[in-house]
């Protein structure tokens, strides 16, 4: 297992035969390095008292939600603050269905939802409880939001049967535990991404802008960063908040955006431009607010086109891994791949934005990935998954070209 030195590690322990080794997953974390505290909920102190976890843990063992007591000392915000990562081993059915349905209703359960880190489950029981739909919808809803699953095993139970449900070794639960620390597959890579609409001035109160939310853009930065990146996010004018561990520039038009990308490409070593860049801008910005003629007459404005922001980059000698978004709304998949040709991108993320499920705005995408070599469609889920699958790929991509 890899080393847990200074992690804080919350250990849950749920009502199960196999508790009896939690004891020892304890004795593991310790000596791997990682200071541990214990939660339990009461049915698990019917199978292995307090006390044992307490002496093996060197910290006071949680039990109660509501205890003054016991809230003095670290309640279930403190806990979930000073945790740096969850595991419950054992995961009862019960408790697994508890926390698919978000109940607060104890305090382990009540730390999981305080808490923002991974989660890992160990689950355990008996295998026509494991086998059962409703555990496996509720296993199902934990894992789509990102809970890790140690196990099951398979093998002879406490009850007899012989089937998948039993809790895995202590050292197998955290050989799988320990690799959800990992750094990331971006870690030490530089990574830039541009996000949302531009807004190309008329004139003083008027601008020419698109529907782009940033959503994706942003899901991207988050997932980037999540993989170790160091992310630097261009962006246009939007309603999101930006991660917090990542340098945000904000610009307003596709020349300010412009020059801020060939101010920091230099340094990059992924280049994603999400951006709906305005293809477009106003030829001359009026100094004052244009005042309608009142004669029926119409009104033609004198456009220009605007630079290609990814072209440009993907022109560089020494150019990073280059990728292009294709918003596109039919001809999807041709149009996209004319633009990985034309603009010489590594990797174009088509996007179908005619189905209004999708794409700008929504919470939700389906995109194919097309490079040179090969089409991956990501069918539709939500941004922030998508997003990893993206980060993933490009991840998968530049390393291969490393070795
Ligand atoms: O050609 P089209 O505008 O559809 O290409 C979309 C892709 O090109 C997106 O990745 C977008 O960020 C990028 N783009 C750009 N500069 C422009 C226009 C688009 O970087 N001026």
Redesign the pocket.
């Known amino acids: 297992m890899k080393s847990l030195a200074n992690k804080n590690i919350l250990l849950g322990v749920t009502g199960g035969i196999a508790a009896y080794k939690s004891a020892e997953i304890v004795r593991h974390l310790k000596k791997s390095g990682a200071s541990v505290r214990v939660v339990m909920t009461k049915s698990a102190e019917e199978f292995i008292t307090p006390l044992t976890l307490q002496a093996l843990s060197g910290n006071r063992v949680s039990t109660e939600l509501l205890d003054t007591e016991s809230e003095a000392a670290m309640g279930h915000i403190e806990l979930a603050k000073w945790a740096d990562g969850i595991l419950i081993a054992p995961a009862t059915a019960n408790t697994i269905a508890r926390l698919s349905s978000g109940r607060g209703d104890d305090l382990l359960s009540t730390v999981t939802l305080a808490f923002d880190g991974p989660i890992s489950l160990a689950p355990a029981m008996n295998q026509a409880m494991w086998r059962d739909n409703r555990t496996q919808d509720n296993l199902n809803k934990l894992l789509t939001q990102d809970f890790g699953i140690c196990g099951p095993g398979s093998g002879e139970q406490a009850c007899g049967d012989t089937g998948l449900g039993r809790m895995l070794e202590p050292l197998e639960i955290l050989e799988i535990f320990s690799s959800s620390f990992d750094k990331g597959v971006l870690s030490g890579k530089n990574v830039l991404i541009?996000a949302g609409p531009t807004q190309e001035p008329i004139d003083p109160v008027r601008f020419i802008t698109n529907r782009s939310s940033g959503k994706m853009g942003y899901s991207l930065a988050h997932a980037a960063i999540e993989q170790g990146a160091q992310v630097t996010l261009i962006s246009g004018p939007v309603n999101i908040e930006p991660p917090s561990n990542c340098n945000v520039i904000a610009i307003n038009t596709?020349k300010e955006?412009?020059d801020a990308v060939k101010h920091h490409i230099k340094e990059m070593d992924v280049y994603i431009?999400?951006?709906?860049?305005?293809?477009y801008s106003p030829a001359e910005v009026k100094d004052s607010k244009i005042k309608k003629a009142g004669d029926n007459s119409s009104m033609i404005l004198e456009l220009k086109e605007?630079?290609?922001?990814?072209?440009?980059?993907s022109e560089l000698e020494d150019r990073p891994y280059v990728?292009?978004?294709?918003?596109?709304t039919d001809k999807l998949i041709e149009?996209a791949e004319n633009?990985l040709k034309h603009?010489k991108l590594d990797l174009?993320v088509a996007n179908d934005v005619s189905d209004k499920s999708i794409g700008f705005d929504s919470e939700e995408n389906e995109v194919t990935l097309i490079t040179k070599e090969e089409k991956q469609l990501l069918k539709k889920q939500n941004k922030k998954k998508i997003s990893k699958k993206i980060i993933e790929f490009i991840s998968g991509r530049i390393n291969e070209q490393n070795n």
């Open positions: 541009t596709a955006m412009s431009g999400t951006a709906a860049v305005s293809d605007n630079e290609d922001i990814l072209k440009f980059v990728v292009g978004f294709a918003a596109e149009n633009k603009k174009i």
